[in-house]
């Protein structure tokens, strides 16, 4: 199978975990995206929060659609997280959401080409 994809994000919990080989490194998921052919993958290296998973990634789409490299829109969707709070919605109502702890916005990693 063949993947024409510059970017594949997976916000998911470990997606960037996986078996180390010797002589091979880490196999897992990330690395079965690269061979298929993803240029560049974004995952997470331990279990991740689903709401404030969703908010990095709201923010890390609408950095790339700003026209920044990989690299940089997530470092700007983390730094929004760290520096918080951030705006969002609970049930249909506004909210100030507190997802400056790093185990909200750390474990995602961009592996592969930033551009």
Known sequence: MRLASDLVVL???ETAR???????????LVRALQVAG?????????RV???SAAELMARFYARLNEGLPRDEALR??????LRGPV???RDGRPVE????APRHWAPFV????AD
């Open 11 to 13: 916000s998911a919990c």
């Open 38 to 46: 993803a240029r560049s993958v974004v995952a997470s290296l331990w």
């Open 110 to 113: 961009l592996i592969g080409p």
């Open 76 to 81: 700007q969707a983390q730094l929004e997280l």
């Open 49 to 51: 929060d689903d709401e």
């Open 87 to 89: 705006r969002g919605e």
């Open 97 to 100: 959401l507190r997802f400056s």
């Open 18 to 28: 996986g078996a180390e080989r010797g002589g091979e490194g880490i196999l897992g």
